[in-house]
């Protein structure tokens, strides 16, 4: 079955500085997709990145990064410069395709609490 | 705008009751999800739909219910059955290109 890790139940960094949060994942399938989301205290869920499986790039956007490792099955979000909007809890996520084909779910991990410190 | 609406932001039940939550989404997307979020956890599926007429249950479906009539909609009822309802419940859909959407949540309490 497939099954996101997060680590670090907390993380707390200096303004204007980078951090990495940790994900790493588990599953047979060749095919999936990797997501980060963004949870401020307001409880809506931001989408921030994605990875597939087959891309041989790192994703980008902007001030965030993915560390894709596939041989270590690894996802690290990096933020770089970070802000004080930037404190919120953050999700890393796993999009698989099940039985049937067309089913798509999303599993998720339990999540980072990052803090921003001026 | 496009866009997935939850409705009420803020629910009480009584013990014994059972209550329905609205997601309604205008983005022409043919699945839907529910999922539940506990404090300090991560969201757990509890039903999905990839098309009209049709779901499927999650990891947590007990004491949950749903409906999909319209392509539009995919309200979920918390029924008594289910024992410790009190949570954030986030509704979220998906395109096949552009990946997941998700409302603003509701949140329930039982009083």
């Known amino acids: 079955a497939q099954k996101i890790t997060q680590t670090q139940p907390g993380m707390f960094v200096q303004e204007k500085e980078a951090v990495t949060l940790d994900c790493t994942y588990d599953?047979?399938?060749?095919?999936?997709?990797l997501f980060w989301y963004k949870q401020p205290s307001s409880g809506e869920m931001i989408f921030l990145i994605y990875?597939?499986?087959?891309?041989?790039q790192n994703a980008t956007e902007g001030r965030y990064s993915l560390n894709f490792q596939k041989a270590r099955k690894s996802a690290n979000l990096v933020i770089s410069a970070s802000q004080l909007g930037d404190s919120a809890m953050y999700f890393c996520?796993?999009?698989?395709?099940?039985?049937?084909?067309?089913?798509?779910?999303?599993?998720f991990g339990k999540g980072t609490l990052l803090t921003v410190n001026p | 705008d496009g866009g997935i609406t939850q409705s009420p932001k803020y629910l009480f039940r009584k013990e014994g009751q059972n209550v329905t939550l609205s997601c309604e989404q205008n983005?022409?997307?043919?699945?839907m999800y529910w999922y539940r979020q506990d404090p300090g956890q991560g969201l757990r599926l509890i039903y999905y739909?990839?098309?009209?007429?049709?779901?499927q249950k999650g990891d947590i479906a007990e004491g949950y219910s749903v409906s999909r009539e319209k392509k539009e909609s995919f309200p979920l009822t918390v029924t008594s059955a289910q024992k410790n309802p009190t949570a954030f419940y986030l509704c979220?859909?998906?395109?096949?290109?552009?990946?997941?959407?998700f409302g603003s949540g509701t949140r329930l309490t039982v009083v």
């Open positions: 979220a859909s998906r395109h096949r290109r552009y990946g997941y959407t």
């Open positions: 599953t047979s399938d060749q095919s999936y997709g």
């Open positions: 990875q597939g499986s087959y891309d041989e």
């Open positions: 996520a796993m999009s698989l395709r099940g039985s049937g084909g067309s089913n798509y779910k999303l599993t």
């Open positions: 983005l022409n997307h043919d699945a």
């Open positions: 739909s990839q098309i009209v007429n049709d779901f």
